[in-house]
T-cell receptor, first 112, second 115 residues
C-alpha cells in the first residue's frame, strides 16, 4: 500500500527566510507526487506535481519541490517565505487508479 | 468557468437525520471524488466515480452513499447522520490521464456538524 508522511505538524519561519516542508513517501512502482495548499476556510489548491523527469519541480507562488528517489522524499521549498504563505500544506501520492493518498498536513506559520 | 462548486457550505444536523451534499463541476472531468477532512488526519477518500453511472468505495465509505447520474454532478448522501460524521467535506474532480499527470481540483468544502 502506498502512503505519505509529513513528519512535522507545524513549521515556523520568519518572513524572508527559506521555507521547507517535509514529505516522505512509500510506493511500489513509480511515484506520482503532489503538493496542495489550504488557506483558512478554503478548499485545497494545487501547487505542483512530480510525474517524471527533472527532480526539481517548480510550481505556483514561487514554490518548488525536490524529488529524491534514494531518500523517498519530496520536500516543498520556497527560498523566501511571505506572511501570506501561512497555510496548511498537504503532500499526496497518486495510485494507479487516480486516487490520492494524503499526508496529515503541515501547518506553516510565517511571522513578520 | 466556476470549477468545482459544493452545496451547501454549512449544515447542522441532528443525529439520525439525513441529507445530501451536491458537487458540481463544469470542466467535463470524468473522475469525481468525495473526501472528508478531520484535524490531524489529512483528507480521507469516502467514495469516488470514474464516470457517469459508476461509483466505488474509498477508504472510509461506511455511513455514506453516492450517486453520479450526470457527468457533472456527484452527490454524497448521509442516510442517518451520526456525530462521528461531523467533518468538513470536500469534492474534487479530474481528467483521467494514463501518464499520472492528472490533477484533482477541489471545491470550497461543506462544513457539517452532527449534534
Amino acid at each position: 500500500a502506498q502512503s505519505v508522511a509529513q513528519p512535522e505538524d507545524q513549521v515556523n519561519v520568519a518572513e524572508g527566510n527559506p521555507l521547507t516542508v517535509k514529505c516522505t513517501y512509500s510506493v511500489s512502482g513509480n511515484p506520482y507526487l503532489f503538493w496542495y495548499v489550504q488557506y483558512p476556510n478554503r478548499g485545497l489548491q494545487f501547487l505542483l506535481k512530480y510525474i517524471t523527469g527533472d527532480n526539481l519541480v517548480k510550481g505556483s507562488y514561487g514554490f518548488e519541490a525536490e524529488f529524491n528517489k534514494s531518500q523517498t522524499s519530496f520536500h516543498l521549498k520556497k527560498p523566501s517565505a511571505l506572511v501570506s504563505d501561512s497555510a496548511l500544506y498537504f503532500c499526496a501520492v497518486r495510485d494507479s487508479w487516480g486516487k490520492l493518498q494524503f499526508g496529515a498536513g503541515t501547518q506553516v506559520v510565517v511571522t513578520p | 468557468n466556476a470549477g468545482v462548486t459544493q452545496t451547501p457550505k454549512f449544515r447542522v444536523l441532528k443525529t439520525g437525520q439525513s441529507m445530501t451534499l451536491l458537487c458540481a463541476q463544469d470542466m467535463n472531468h470524468e473522475y469525481m471524488y468525495w473526501y472528508r477532512q478531520d484535524p490531524g488526519m489529512g483528507l480521507r477518500l469516502i467514495h469516488y466515480s470514474v464516470g457517469e453511472g459508476t461509483t466505488a468505495k474509498g477508504e472510509v465509505p461506511d455511513g455514506y452513499n453516492v450517486s453520479r447520474l450526470k457527468k457533472q454532478n456527484f452527490l454524497l448522501g448521509l442516510e442517518s447522520a451520526a456525530p462521528s460524521q461531523t467533518s468538513v467535506y470536500f469534492c474534487a474532480s479530474s481528467y483521467l490521464v494514463s501518464s499520472g499527470a492528472d490533477t484533482q481540483y477541489f471545491g470550497p468544502g461543506t462544513r457539517l456538524t452532527v449534534l
